[in-house]
């Protein structure tokens, strides 16, 4: 099955015995009769299992040619069951440049608990085994990164990570399953903030993990159902048939995040562009093997290089709307420093190169000419 037809018929057989509706129905309920104890039709308890959020994983499965997958409350939701696996004592090793949502959750909350974080630049992926030793359980790649753009090797990663008997968990909601398939590259977990491209129209928060590995499913599983992360059936059902479209989507997202970035790239008022698509690029070829297209991700600075410079222009834009997240039909702006990565110490970001300066972009499904004209707008 190629993957447009995954996105709507994939794990979606006999969803509804019952009556055969075509779209998995919504199961509002918590909990499910017995007609025996312990003799059940396979759901019992609406935290452990729920059919609509079931019909949902076999999906998420299905587009990342995966074999198990399971939904989350919230993409760090799901990022906290992976790191659940370790114990104190164990050490990750991340990328530099991601989500401040995940740094915090890293430092601020596990690194209490024991678990060493090594936040380095993954862009040459032979610097990552400098950092591994018998302690290293996991490495943690967000690819591109957020907000910087850059590309790391899953393939290459995947080589270091399996030699160490390491695992290695991909964050994949910049590229989505449509652009990238981290499993079929090596790795042994993909994340996604389904509230992203998944979801798509920035009406539900959700996360969701997919595996291969039938033991580590269940690992995960049980974290998830121990510590009730778990999404509703009505979430389920909006981030189902926000799959249905996500190739449609992703597709004018790539076709006007290209217009936008070369846009960008020969305006005088801008300095930097950030955006893989661009053969100067420094792992261009990296995202052309491993990628489809290049997305609708992209940052930039301006000439006047100055927080209160990006400030008036992320204001100024019309079309492009003020907001935090991303991945949605609508365009949004967004200032890292301030918003989605203020959690990360202002050092820190700047190591990466995240200056006070740098605007992001969620370039949207909107029609090219509206979204030039508000960034001509908002830029003179």
């Given at each position: 099955?190629?993957?447009?037809?995954?996105?709507?018929?994939?794990?979606?057989?006999?969803?509804?015995?019952?009556?055969?509706?075509?779209?998995?129905?919504?199961?509002?309920?918590?909990?499910?009769?017995?007609?025996?104890?312990?003799?059940?039709?396979?759901?019992?308890?609406?935290?452990?299992?729920?059919?609509?959020?079931?019909?949902?994983?076999?999906?998420?499965?299905?587009i990342?040619?995966?074999?198990?997958?399971?939904?989350?409350?919230?993409?760090?939701?799901?990022?906290?069951?992976?790191?659940?696996?370790?114990?104190?004592?164990?050490?990750?090793?991340?990328?530099?440049?991601?989500?401040?949502?995940?740094?915090?959750?890293?430092?601020?909350?596990?690194?209490?608990?024991?678990?060493?974080?090594?936040?380095?630049?993954?862009?040459?992926?032979?610097?990552?085994?400098?950092?591994?030793?018998?302690?290293?359980?996991?490495?943690?790649?967000?690819?591109?990164?957020?907000?910087?753009?850059?590309?790391?090797?899953?393939?290459?990663?995947?080589?270091?990570?399996?030699?160490?008997?390491?695992?290695?968990?991909?964050?994949?909601?910049?590229?989505?399953?449509?652009?990238?398939?981290?499993?079929?590259?090596?790795?042994?977990?993909?994340?996604?903030?389904?509230?992203k491209?998944?979801g798509?129209?920035?009406?539900?928060?959700?996360?969701?993990?997919?595996?291969?590995?039938?033991?580590?499913i269940?690992?995960?599983?049980?974290?998830?159902?121990?510590?009730?992360?778990?999404?509703?059936?009505?979430?389920?059902?909006?981030?189902?048939?926000?799959?249905?479209?996500?190739?449609?989507r992703?597709?004018?997202?790539?076709?006007?995040?290209?217009?936008?970035?070369?846009?960008?790239?020969?305006?005088?008022?801008?300095?930097?562009?950030?955006?893989?698509?661009?053969?100067?690029?420094?792992?261009?070829e990296?995202?052309?093997?491993?990628?489809?297209?290049?997305?609708?991700?992209?940052?930039?600075?301006?000439?006047?290089?100055?927080?209160?410079?990006?400030?008036?222009?992320?204001?100024?834009?019309?079309?492009?709307?003020?907001?935090?997240?991303?991945?949605?039909?609508?365009?949004?702006?967004?200032?890292?420093?301030?918003?989605t990565?203020?959690?990360?110490?202002?050092?820190?970001?700047?190591?990466?190169?995240?200056?006070d300066?740098?605007?992001?972009?969620?370039?949207?499904?909107?029609?090219?000419?509206?979204l030039?004209?508000?960034?001509t707008?908002?830029?003179?």
């Amino acid at each position: 099955m190629k993957f447009n037809t995954k996105t709507i018929h994939g794990g979606q057989d006999n969803v509804d015995p019952a009556y055969g509706s075509v779209m998995p129905p919504i199961y509002q309920t918590s909990t499910y009769s017995q007609t025996t104890p312990g003799d059940h039709s396979g759901f019992q308890y609406s935290r452990t299992g729920n059919p609509t959020r079931a019909a949902l994983e076999r999906s998420l499965a299905s587009i990342e040619s995966g074999n198990f997958g399971l939904a989350f409350a919230s993409g760090l939701a799901a990022v906290d069951a992976i790191i659940k696996l370790l114990k104190q004592g164990d050490e990750v090793i991340s990328t530099s440049d991601l989500y401040g949502g995940t740094y915090r959750l890293f430092t601020k909350i596990f690194e209490d608990f024991g678990i060493k974080f090594h936040f380095i630049g993954m862009e040459n992926a032979d610097k990552v085994a400098e950092f591994v030793n018998s302690n290293t359980k996991l490495i943690w790649v967000e690819t591109p990164t957020n907000p910087m753009l850059n590309i790391i090797d899953i393939a290459a990663i995947s080589k270091i990570a399996k030699a160490n008997d390491v695992l290695l968990a991909v964050d994949n909601t910049f590229a989505t399953p449509y652009l990238q398939q981290p499993l079929s590259l090596g790795a042994d977990i993909v994340m996604h903030s389904a509230t992203k491209y998944l979801g798509g129209h920035s009406d539900v928060v959700m996360g969701a993990l997919i595996v291969n590995d039938k033991d580590l499913i269940e690992r995960l599983h049980y974290i998830q159902n121990a510590s009730g992360a778990i999404c509703g059936p009505q979430d389920s059902f909006l981030v189902l048939r926000g799959i249905k479209t996500l190739h449609l989507r992703v597709q004018r997202h790539c076709e006007n995040g290209k217009a936008i970035a070369k846009f960008l790239q020969n305006h005088p008022k801008v300095d930097k562009v950030y955006w893989p698509g661009f053969e100067s690029h420094p792992n261009h070829e990296v995202a052309k093997r491993q990628m489809s297209d290049f997305g609708g991700m992209m940052s930039f600075t301006t000439v006047e290089d100055s927080y209160e410079g990006a400030v008036k222009v992320v204001e100024k834009m019309k079309i492009f709307t003020l907001a935090e997240s991303l991945g949605g039909v609508e365009s949004l702006a967004g200032h890292p420093a301030s918003m989605t990565h203020a959690s990360i110490p202002k050092e820190e970001r700047e190591k990466t190169g995240l200056k006070d300066s740098l605007i992001r972009l969620s370039v949207g499904i909107e029609d090219i000419e509206d979204l030039v004209a508000d960034l001509t707008q908002a830029l003179s």
